[in-house]
C-alpha cells in the first residue's frame, strides 16, 4: 500500500471514491451523494488543496494496481490566531478493505504529517457516536472527547450524534 497526498491527476478515482463513500456511509459524512453528485470535476479538484494552501490535502492510500482504496483529509487553519490548529476529515475506506489497517495506516501518516509542520500544536476532527471503528481508532492515537453535538446530522428520518475529539501534540515549546 502507498499512501500520499492526491494530486490533480487524482480527481477522477478521489470524485469516485468519494461518491461512493457518501452513498455506501451516509453517517460518516456532513454533505450527501444527492448534493455532491451534481459536483463538477472541477469542484473536486478544488478539495484537493483546500484554502489553496499546499501544506493542506487528501491523503489516499492505494492498493494494488494503483486503485484509490481509503481517503482522509488534512487542513490546517489559515486564520492566524488559530494556526496551530489542523483538523481532520472525510475518512473512509473501501468495505472490502476494511479491518487491514489502512485507516490506521491514514490516520497515522496524516499524524506524523501533521507533527512536521511548525507550529501546529493540535489536530480536531469529528465523528459520529454510532461509529465505532472510527471512535476505536481515532481514541487508540491519543484522541480525548472535547464536545458532543446531540442531533448533528439528520438522515433518513434518524438523528445522529457527533462527538468532537482533539490530539494536543507534546511541543516543549
Known sequence: MVIRFLNSQDVVVYRDLRLQALRESPTAFGSSYEQESCFSLTDFAARLRPHDDSANGIFGAFGDRDRLIGMLGFSRESRLKRAHIGSLWSMYVLPEFRRQGVGAALLDEALFYAQRLDGLRQIVLTVTTNNLAACSLYRSRGFERF??????????GTY?????????????T
Open 160 to 172: 445522529f450524534d457527533e462527538e468532537y475529539l482533539v490530539l494536543h501534540f507534546n511541543h516543549n
Open 147 to 156: 464536545g458532543l453535538e446531540r442531533d448533528a446530522l439528520f438522515i433518513d
